[in-house]
């Protein structure tokens, strides 16, 4: 991406809304190769650092009152975005449950992360009607 494409992209979102996109793609990308991949992960030492610094942040913003609520639904968002693009979507039970326990064990259980990727998979599932 050259900077007339930077440029181009931003006039549509703000910085904090670029900035959330980078982080979900990476995390989406490196989540993806650690289910499919028996819990191993694509990410380099520099950027997992960076990610689990923005994942701890969010988390210590449990209220969702540093992030204002339009940052918080286009963060829901982005997620149901990223996600959609996983292979994933299958009405296989197993591989359901392996996603869901992937999510639970990449994230934490206490993450921020980890309900809104979930919701986002479950709403998906049921959007494509693979669960009842």
């Known amino acids: 991406m050259d900077r007339e494409d930077v440029r181009q992209f931003l006039r549509f979102k703000s910085f904090g809304e670029v900035s959330m996109d980078l982080f979900v793609s990476r995390i989406v990308k490196d989540l993806e190769e650690y289910i499919f991949n028996d819990r191993k992960t694509s990410i380099d030492k520099h950027s997992k650092e960076l990610i689990n610094d923005w994942m701890a942040w969010l988390k210590d913003d449990d209220e969702w009152d540093i992030i204002k609520e339009n940052e918080k639904e286009f963060l829901t968002g982005s997620i149901e975005d990223s ?11 197993e591989l359901q449950t392996k996603v869901m326990n992937s999510f639970k064990f990449y994230f934490g259980a206490d993450s921020a992360l980890y309900p809104i990727f979930k919701n986002a998979y479950i709403k998906g599932l049921g959007e494509e009607g693979l669960i009842s």
């Open 83 to 93: 996600i959609g693009a996983m292979p994933i979507w299958k009405s296989n039970k």
